[in-house]
């Protein structure tokens, strides 16, 4: 599902965000990436939609070879991951409905298809009596619920999640832990980049520690590990 074979990635400026990084996520599994700021988190999770292209090294993501495809094709590989980021990334002007139905409009599914399956995903997260609503009257629990309608809406593969709960409180954040939770039950790999110590430890899924761009700890099971 996603294999990253001694990939390095080195930025412009020389930066090295990632060296040698050499892990396997199969079908169904539920992993949290950890690590202090800086360890190279968000470009490991970068590097799987192709939004960064690894310097070196050999990565697959659902059957697309990441480094070596066509710029055509890049819309294929990212129509197979759900993409969530700490700040949901609405459309201001568009409804709860029209948000996650883009979605499928850009890939030009059937009106009615998109119509049965949009609302089954804000069924999923609890949102169908806010079909109608515009995201700045959401609270952010609820927007971020929309971005996760949204990224499921194509069922996707593979679920990336960049700091999810990053911008909710507490008990929020748990809603949407357990949105994900239940998407990972139904088959979904689920990716996310997290500092929710609590949740971490909680959840009990396999760990990913980053350090300095290299992986320090793949734990089954694992907790956060971390003080910060
Ligand atoms: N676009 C970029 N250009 C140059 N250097 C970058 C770029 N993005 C990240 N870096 C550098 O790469 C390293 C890893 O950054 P990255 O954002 O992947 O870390 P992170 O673990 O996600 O951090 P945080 O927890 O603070 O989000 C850092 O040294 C950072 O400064």
Redesign the pocket.
């Given at each position: 599902m996603i294999q990253m074979t001694d990939v390095t990635?080195i930025?412009?400026?020389g930066?090295?965000?990632?060296s040698n990084i050499s892990v396997h996520i199969d079908k169904g599994e539920f992993v949290f990436i950890v690590?202090?700021?800086?360890?190279?988190?968000?470009?490991?999770?970068?590097l799987l939609f192709r939004e960064?292209l690894p310097t070196s090294g050999h990565l697959v993501v659902n059957g697309w070879n990441v480094g070596q495809m066509r710029p055509s094709e890049v819309p294929y590989l990212r129509r197979s991951l759900g993409i969530v980021f700490q700040d949901f990334r609405l459309l201001p002007n568009k409804t709860v409905y029209e948000n996650v139905a883009f979605a499928m409009e850009v890939i030009e599914a059937p009106r009615r298809e998109i119509q049965k399956r949009v609302y089954a995903v804000l069924d999923l997260v609890g949102l169908r009596a806010k079909a109608r609503a515009y995201p700045a009257h959401l609270s952010g629990g609820e927007q971020q619920r929309v971005a996760i309608a949204r990224a499921i809406v194509n069922n996707p593969l593979v679920v990336i999640a960049?700091?999810p709960t990053g911008n909710l409180d507490p008990d929020t954040s748990w809603e949407i832990m357990k949105i994900f939770d239940r998407i990972n039950k139904d088959g979904t790999t689920i990716v996310m980049?997290t500092?929710d110590q609590p949740m971490v430890d909680a959840m009990r899924k396999r760990v990913i520690a980053?350090e300095k761009?290299r992986i320090v700890r793949d734990q089954a099971r694992g907790v956060y590990g971390y003080e910060d």
């Open positions: 990635k930025y412009s400026n930066s090295v965000a990632l690590g202090p700021s800086g360890a190279g988190k968000s470009t490991f999770i970068k960064e960049d700091e980049v500092h980053i761009g």
